[in-house]
């Protein structure tokens, strides 16, 4: 499978290859500028995170917000955007994979540091919604996309579970 990714504003070529699904190995060819091949391994899956081997260093990865076409990760204690580029038109990215297109929700138990956002407020993408902590690692939840804060459901200092509704937008 070929991908596109951007992350960090620096546009990669990804070709990857399913080696072995018993060992849940990958092989990659990443395109940038140069051709750089790489063997990927999931060591260990999580209830909240996966454990992953990349070209023989170990990261491990937990998820933030994911939509269709991004998704926003911490890997050892570096809060990451990635996103996919696509040839659909961008109404079709959009939606969040959360049961409501435009709710933004907790994928892992967390306090609320801050909520640097209040009902309408117009927000650019990548502007930050609300800063999370879990295991003394802050992560940084971002907007996927312009939009504008419909409600927010929690508040700074809050404890939260995962699945919890955190915040409902409207894209523009």
Same mark, same amino acid.
């Given at each position: 499978?070929?991908?596109?990714?951007?992350? $960090?504003? #620096?546009?990669?070529?990804?070709?990857? *290859?399913?080696?072995?699904?018993? @060992?849940? #190995?990958?092989? %990659? !060819?990443?395109?940038?500028?140069?051709? #750089?091949?790489?063997?990927? &391994?999931?060591?260990?899956?999580?209830? $909240?995170? /996966?454990?992953?081997?990349?070209?023989?260093?170990?990261?491990?990865?937990?998820?933030? &917000?994911?939509?269709?076409?991004?998704?926003?990760?911490?890997?050892?204690?570096?809060? /990451? @955007?990635?996103?996919?580029?696509? $040839?659909?038109?961008?109404?079709?990215?959009? =939606? +969040? +994979? %959360?049961?409501?297109? #435009?709710?933004? !929700? =907790?994928?892992?138990?967390?306090?609320?540091?801050?909520?640097?956002?209040?009902?309408? *407020?117009?927000?650019?993408?990548? $502007?930050? +919604?609300? !800063?999370?902590?879990?295991?003394?690692?802050? %992560?940084?939840?971002?907007?996927?996309?312009?939009?504008?804060? !419909?409600?927010?459901?929690?508040?700074?200092?809050?404890?939260?579970?995962?699945?919890?509704?955190?915040?409902? +937008?409207?894209?523009?």
């Amino acid at each position: 499978m070929a991908f596109r990714i951007i992350i $960090d504003e #620096e546009t990669k070529e990804i070709e990857l *290859d399913l080696k072995s699904e018993i @060992e849940d #190995e990958y092989s %990659a !060819v990443v395109k940038n500028g140069g051709t #750089e091949k790489i063997r990927i &391994a999931v060591l260990r899956r999580e209830k $909240d995170r /996966i454990i992953v081997s990349i070209s023989k260093k170990v990261y491990s990865v937990l998820q933030l &917000a994911r939509t269709r076409s991004s998704v926003t990760f911490v890997a050892n204690g570096k809060s /990451i @955007e990635a996103r996919r580029e696509s $040839d659909r038109p961008e109404t079709e990215d959009a =939606s +969040l +994979l %959360a049961t409501s297109k #435009e709710l933004i !929700v =907790s994928n892992f138990p967390a306090k609320i540091v801050k909520v640097g956002i209040k009902p309408g *407020d117009d927000l650019n993408h990548g $502007d930050v +919604l609300i !800063v999370l902590e879990a295991m003394k690692m802050e %992560a940084q939840i971002k907007a996927p996309r312009d939009c504008t804060v !419909v409600d927010v459901f929690v508040k700074e200092g809050e404890m939260i579970e995962r699945g919890k509704p955190m915040i409902r +937008l409207k894209f523009r």
